[in-house]
């Protein structure tokens, strides 16, 4: 089919009729491959699992409200990639809801680094402002200063390494270990619960009700498992990472990395790779570099599935004291779940810390017209690297 085969409005862009027939020879492709059979048959038989196990449960109705923070942060797609180096603007702030009306806050820097990987960069330093200013909400109610009842997070509580392994000592990533365990420490002090929703889910821990390598991620699984309106709690990290950790090097990375016989090597560096991994979470989980890194194993992993329709939403919930039942915190996230197939708080400040590309250009505009002696070397370092990409952040006309 070529373009000239759509009607009036079905299409508002031109595709070279090369990349259009590879195109629809994919679609069909995927079309007819559908949901193996095995899939469907894999999922029936993990509901009866975790029926018999007594883990699925209803949703009930809400019957409190909370006043609850929700936290994100936000950078312009893509970056500025100047001949100095990569240059971006990170926002971050928080949305609170509490008795009706909203407390907002946003602040946030200019990152400019001279690297290969400046997507690991800006993402590990917008996971510990989050943190950052989770620990500041949290002081803030140990001081009496702010009505908290829970703090929800824009994905998992700890950041990578946690709780696999811990940071080298001394090394860039040293501060996660400090900022986790801070924030472990003042949720435990003032008894707040952290909240953990995560979008993008890579993660097979259902694989540990099967004891074998599920090949799908949790997501999509919970979505297929799960009835609209129900949830699960499937552990804590504490009994769910040492199981995954097993079955991760001794099923799911065997079958990656070993096809066919003669597979002894690769046998051999699984198995010292679960000994590490094993080594590694009782490292973390006993707190030897950080006292508030051993409640990492008191995490919860749930999985829910709103009502509305969403597939289901991965949840990691720290809940010290039990202040608030996790049926209580399921119950209050789902009953304000959006279309978007998650907490409208987190909607909320999601908008609230978003910003234009075009703000990009506006600052380097800043640089240049705020150096009065701007010398030939600072020019040519905020000269683009790519000016034919200049449309992607034109300047801002205000």
């Not at 560096?269 to 490292?283: D, I, S, V």
């Not at 004291?321 to 119950?331: A, E, M, R």
């Not at 240049?368 to 801002?396: E, F, H, W």
């Amino acid at each position: 089919m070529l373009p000239s085969d759509y009607g009036p409005g079905d299409i508002e862009f031109w595709i070279e009729p090369p990349l259009l027939l590879s195109i629809q020879s994919d679609v069909k492709k995927m079309l007819d491959e559908g949901v193996d059979s095995q899939v469907l048959a894999l999922v029936r038989d993990l509901r009866k699992v975790i029926e018999d196990r007594g883990l699925i449960k209803s949703i009930g109705s809400l019957t409190r409200a909370f006043n609850a923070y929700a936290i994100d942060s936000s950078y312009p797609t893509p970056p500025l990639e100047l001949v100095g180096g990569v240059m971006t603007v990170l926002s971050y702030g928080y949305v609170g809801y509490l008795n009706g009306s909203y407390d907002r806050y946003m602040t946030g820097e200019v990152v400019f680094e001279d690297v290969g990987e400046f997507e690991r960069v800006i993402t590990r330093r917008a996971q510990v402002r989050e943190r950052e200013l989770a620990i500041r909400l949290l002081r803030n109610k140990a001081r009496g200063r702010k009505e908290v009842d829970l703090v929800i997070l824009d994905g998992e509580i700890p950041m990578h390494p946690l709780p696999y392994n811990l940071p080298v000592e001394g090394g860039v990533l040293a501060r996660v270990t400090s900022i986790i365990g801070d924030l472990l420490d003042l949720a435990l002090k003032t008894g707040v619960p952290l909240i953990g929703v995560v979008k993008r889910v890579r993660s097979r821990f259902l694989s540990i009700l099967t004891n074998e390598c599920l090949p799908m991620n949790d997501k999509l699984i919970a979505s297929l498992v799960l009835n609209n309106g129900e949830y699960m709690v499937l552990g804590s990290y504490g009994d769910i990472l040492p199981s995954w950790v097993q079955i991760n090097y001794s099923d799911c990375e065997l079958r990656k990395r070993c096809k066919g016989t003669g597979c002894d090597n690769v046998k051999e560096l699984m198995n010292r790779r679960l000994n590490e991994g094993l080594m590694n979470l009782e490292q973390v989980f006993s707190g030897s570099s950080h006292s508030g890194l051993r409640m990492l194993r008191e995490i919860y992993v749930v999985f829910y599935k709103p009502r509305n329709g969403a597939p289901a939403v991965k949840l990691e919930v720290f809940n010290p004291g039990n202040k608030i039942s996790i049926d209580d915190i399921v119950t209050y996230l789902e009953s304000q779940t959006t279309d978007t197939g998650y907490p409208f708080l987190l909607d909320r400040v999601d908008e609230y810390v978003r910003l234009d590309p075009k703000i990009l250009d506006y600052v380097r505009s800043l640089i240049i017209k705020g150096s009065k002696d701007l010398n030939p070397a600072l020019l040519t370092m905020l000269q683009l690297t790519n000016p034919q990409k200049a449309y992607l952040v034109r300047r801002l006309e205000a």
